[in-house]
């Protein structure tokens, strides 16, 4: 027999509003520096995958009227002030702090450690490759709302197009045809485009001849285009790198001072395991993977637009679980991608308020976010010791 209906216990309809009252009133008064302090701390960010203790992120807490907190993020943070503020009153208020909260949120890009063997190059404080398994799995459009979507979060920004069997980033920037000069006879100036720094093999050669590179060639044109480029004072230099994970891939890896590597991939590319011979590669050269990407994982249709898994769904979550990288973003297999990318303005310029753009975003923050909790470089901190003998 079924027992018969009884309310939950309340306690919260038999009190007077005085006692409400009187509840928050304590509430209020327990509102210490140090216990906000505590609950900030605690909170994990997302894109981080850490709480902001653990990131040293709560620079300054103050209470007086409501609770003023100043965090400083290692990731450009445009685009995240509301998000965050709401995200942060509700995780206050849940640990019993309800006070208004005014964020004070600001982003402090630090350069961040490469391999062991290479110096960090000046200027640049992250270089950033993008690498796939094998050509066409949307490497170079990934790399190119990525470096978009980080100058438009509010970082400085640069795309060294790499892929010297088919330099696409010219068509993608809408830079076709242009040529960089050099004005103090000696640097290349880099183009620009929508706010991002642009060099590519394929302003300098001619598309309408192939060319025939030999691989140490190709190594020594790339960085020669690296090191000979002007990029000026730069959060994030994306590299295109060329498809695939043969010798001039790994030289390359080698070579470059690498701060953290994003991997594309399709679904089929999971199945064929051509992304985990990119993971590997970067292991090898001991490069962090940040994690990847599952491009063209959902397919929205473009009649009805209704979205579907039509390779089957969640291989990029398994891949990233075996090999304990992060899942940095899943993007759609959108028509309007490819047309957005074709006609030089990528999705995330192109209608950035549209969710293709907000899954770019989101990959972007993602990415930035893992970079962010990875070692800093200490080369520029640490001066030389000297021992004195007395
Ligand atoms: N998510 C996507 N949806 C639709 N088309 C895409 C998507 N990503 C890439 N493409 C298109 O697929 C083709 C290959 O992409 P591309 O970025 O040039 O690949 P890769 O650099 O890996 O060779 C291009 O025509 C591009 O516009
Ligand atoms: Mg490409
Ligand atoms: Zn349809």
């Known amino acids: ?16 509003p005085q006692s409400l009252y009187a509840d928050r009133e ?11 302090r505590e609950a900030l701390e605690s909170y994990v960010d997302p894109y981080l995958g850490e709480s902001l203790g653990a990131a040293s992120a709560v620079e300054e807490v103050r209470v007086g009227a409501g609770i003023e907190a100043r965090i400083v993020l290692g990731y450009p943070v445009g685009g995240y002030q509301a998000q965050l503020q709401q995200a942060l009153s509700a995780h206050l208020a849940s640990r019993g702090i309800p006070d208004a909260l005014r964020l004070d949120l600001r982003s402090n890009i630090k350069a961040h450690a490469v391999q062991r063997n290479l110096k960090p190059l000046g200027e640049i404080a992250n270089v950033v490759a993008v690498a796939s398994g094998k050509g066409g799995v949307g490497k170079s459009t990934v790399a190119v709302n990525l470096a978009l979507a980080w100058a438009a979060q509010g970082a ?11 330099p696409s980033q010219p ?32 302003f300098l050669v001619d598309e309408q001849q192939p060319m025939v590179w030999r691989g140490p060639m190709v190594t020594q044109a790339l960085t020669q285009l690296l090191s000979e480029t002007n990029w000026g004072p730069l959060d994030y230099l994306v590299v295109d790198m060329p498809p695939g994970t043969g010798d001039i891939q790994l030289t390359l ?42 491009n063209m994982s959902i397919h929205v249709c473009s009649n009805c637009g209704h979205a579907e898994h039509i390779f089957g769904a969640g291989g990029g979550t398994r891949m990233a679980a075996e090999y304990g990288v992060r899942l940095l973003g899943e993007l759609p297999l959108d028509a309007r991608i490819r047309e957005e990318t074709d006609a030089g ?46």
Do not use: C
């Open 1 to 16: 027999m079924a027992a018969p209906y009884a309310p939950p216990p309340s306690t919260l309809y038999n009190r007077t």
């Open 26 to 36: 304590t509430m209020t008064a327990e509102t210490t520096p140090d216990a906000v």
């Open 156 to 166: 400085r920004v640069g795309l060294l197009d790499a892929d010297i069997y088919g």
């Open 171 to 202: 068509i993608m920037l809408g830079l076709a045809g242009e040529r960089p000069t050099s004005p103090d006879g000696k640097k290349l100036k880099p183009l620009s485009a929508h706010g991002v720094s642009a060099m590519s093999i394929g």
């Open 253 to 294: 890896a080698q070579r470059v001072p690498v701060a953290g590597a994003v991997i594309v991939t399709t679904p089929q590319d999971i199945a064929l395991a051509d992304a985990r011979k990119g993971l590997k590669m970067f292991d090898k050269v001991a490069v962090p993977v940040l994690g990847v990407v599952e």
């Open 345 to 390: 303005h990528p999705t995330v310029v192109a209608e950035p308020d549209s969710p293709r753009a907000h899954a770019y975003f989101e990959m972007a923050r993602n990415a930035a976010g893992a970079l962010a909790m990875r070692a800093r470089d200490r080369s520029a901190l640490f001066p030389k010791i000297v021992i004195e003998e007395s």
